[in-house]
């Protein structure tokens, strides 16, 4: 009964800032992340950190602008986004797995998505 519930999403206007959060219950996981899509195109990963080190790891295309991070003690992983551009527009998605999975695009567990549009 792994769940993993995304919530934060919204609109915003370019250069603005929003926070993500992924609640996970059931399990703790190696690793958790995110990812995103658009329609028409492949889901591409964003950002992921190491449970028990909180090592990152950053798409270039965000690097410098995303902030990824875990709060233990409520099995909860962030994303705050700062400076968004209109690119940044997508659906997102919160992912659990080992750490090797998830940096490869195939984790096991995924959330239903959360919505995050930028205006320019």
């Known amino acids: 009964q792994v769940q993993l519930v995304e919530s934060g999403g919204g609109l915003v206007q370019a250069g603005g800032s929003l926070r993500l959060s992924c609640a996970a219950s059931?399990?703790?996981?190696?690793?958790m992340g995110w990812f995103r899509q658009t329609p028409g195109k492949e889901r591409e990963f964003v950002a992921a950190?190491?449970?028990?080190?909180?090592?990152?790891y950053y798409a270039d295309s965000v690097r410098g602008r995303f902030t990824i991070s875990r709060d233990g003690a409520k099995n909860t992983v962030y994303l705050q986004m700062n400076s968004l551009k209109p690119e940044d527009t997508a659906v997102y998605y919160c992912?659990?797995?080992?750490?090797?999975?998830?940096?490869?695009?195939?984790?096991?567990?995924w959330g239903q998505g959360t919505q995050v549009t930028v205006s320019s």
């Open positions: 992912a659990a797995d080992g750490y090797t999975r998830l940096r490869a695009g195939v984790p096991d567990y």
């Open positions: 950190i190491s449970w028990s080190t909180t090592s990152t």
């Open positions: 059931g399990r703790t996981f190696g690793a």
